[in-house]
């Protein structure tokens, strides 16, 4: 089956986004194809880079990037949702004059189309978060 | 399981009150954007979603852009079938008189103008759940 992935909530604080992962992570184990994982609201935040946990617990940005790159997963963050909560790559960081930028390997910044698409052309949608 | 190409039913419920959380105004852009890929959407507003609908709404108190007004363009936008769970109007003390009044033009009747919303009881609501093809929940 052709899964859509959607991650509404931030890393940590809600189980949102390690449910998605264990979902994504279980699917693709069982030969199923994850067309997209579209990241909103706060759950764009699962695309930043600076995210430093203690060393002793799960890295949730870094696992999506793995799992991106064994995979060739899309891993997409919405960027009207991404501007609004400092999420920035390099061309919006020359765009907007920024001193930095943080979005991790394996994640890139497109618009809601993305996940509308994710939508019309996945046999399911799969959403993760309240 | 569409071909490519195929419309689907989206489904976009509302059950958050307007302000207080982003979730109203960020299910509003996907349902903006969502609406160029000419597909058959619906919306249901119920719990505090019902909240979202409410007229004349004030936000310079607490120093937010009103996106409210964003509502009323949707039958521009070919978003015509707006559900509101009945139930929850009521429980908050609220009637249709005080929502905003959401029209359409319907272009196969020369243009005539057509209300979007509708009060939808429980058990209708878990018939149109039952139909569509991807439902967004925020």
Known sequence: MKLGIMVNEGPYTHQASDSAYHFTKAALAKGHEIYRVFFYHDGVQNGTDFTTPPQDDRNVVKRWSELAGEHGLDLVLCVAAAQRRGLVDEDEQKRHGKTGHNVAPGFRISGLGQLIEAGIQADRLVVFGD | ?138
Do not use: C
């Open chain 2, 1 to 138: 399981m569409s071909e490519a190409g195929a419309t689907k039913k989206f489904l976009y419920i509302n059950r958050k009150a307007p302000y207080g959380t982003i979730y109203a105004w960020e299910s509003l852009e996907v349902v903006l954007i969502g609406a160029a890929f000419e597909q058959d959407v619906s919306l249901l507003f119920m719990d505090d979603g019902v909240y979202q609908l409410v007229k004349e709404m004030q936000t310079k108190g607490i120093g937010m852009k009103n996106f409210t007004a964003t509502y009323a363009a949707l039958g521009d936008y070919e978003v015509n079938k707006i559900y509101i769970d009945k139930d929850a109007l009521t429980e908050r003390g609220l009637t249709l008189d005080d929502l905003q009044h959401l029209v359409w033009e319907d272009e196969n009747e020369d243009w005539a103008e057509k209300d979007s919303i509708h009060l939808v009881g429980r058990d209708e609501i878990a018939d149109l759940l039952d139909e569509q093809d991807v439902i967004f929940n925020f």
